[in-house]
C-alpha cells in the first residue's frame, strides 16, 4: 500500500515535471547533443536519477546496513 502511494506520488511529480519541460525550455548552453535539443530532456535526467539515487539508497540501507536485533547476541 505504501509503495503504491510512492510509485503515484513520483508519477505525478514526473508528470508535472514533464509539463514544466514543455513550458519553460532549456536554453541548450554547453556542448549541443541530439538530447540536449529535447525540451524535457535535462528533466528527465534529473527526475531519473532522483528516483534511482532513492531506491538505490533504500535497498543499500534495508539490505548491507540495517541488522538485525540479535546481530550482536
Excluded: C
Excluded at 503504491?4 to 525550455?25: E, H
Excluded at 527526475?47 to 550482536?72: P, S
Aim: hydrophobic share 50%; no cysteine; proline share 3%.
Amino acid at each position: 500500500m505504501k509503495v503504491d502511494r510512492t510509485l503515484l506520488i513520483l508519477g505525478i511529480i514526473g508528470i508535472i515535471v514533464l509539463v514544466l519541460g514543455f513550458i519553460f525550455p532549456s536554453e541548450g548552453h554547453g556542448p549541443e547533443f541530439w538530447f540536449s535539443h529535447l525540451h524535457i530532456f535535462f528533466a528527465l535526467l534529473g527526475f531519473i536519477g532522483y528516483a534511482t539515487m532513492t531506491y538505490l539508497a533504500k535497498w543499500l540501507g534495508n539490505y548491507w546496513l540495517q541488522r538485525k536485533e540479535d546481530y550482536y547476541d
